[in-house]
């Protein structure tokens, strides 16, 4: 994936890459205005502690932008949600993969992420200000804005 985005950032000033773990990012204090990340919440370690190093990194006035699986608030719908994605993922799987379980620990890494309510509350825990939560689908996506 680097090297695809390096393909195409190519043309493009001031745009680098790196490669590094995303539990221990190598980036000093206030390094970015700005700090996105897609469907990558559900997977850290330590869900607190890595909101405090995103908040770290970003420069005063800086952003932290994620779009993320969500938590509907309506039980029913959740579990109709999950139900499409265990199919789905299967049926995916199976025609890409061959591997019927492919896709399976989407659902997985949802059964143990807090959810957007939840998170907002830990980025203000971390020091985030003006947070807003967007809920798409009806809760099951959601983007999650925050700023130093």
Sequence with gaps: ?????????AALAGIGFVRGDLCRPPFR???FDAITMAYG????????ESLADIHRMLKPGGVFVCLDFGHPGNLWYRRLCLGYL?????LWGLLLHRRADTYWHIVESLRAYPGQGA???????????????????????AIIRGAK
């Design 29 to 31: 204090e206030r390094s």
């Design 1 to 9: 994936m680097l090297h695809e985005g390096r393909l195409k950032c």
């Design 86 to 90: 265990v199919a789905f993922g299967t």
């Design 119 to 141: 998170v907002a509350r830990l980025m203000k825990d971390a020091g985030f200000a003006d947070i807003t939560v967007e809920e798409q689908l009806g809760g099951i996506s």
């Design 41 to 48: 919440l559900r997977y850290l370690g330590d869900l607190s």
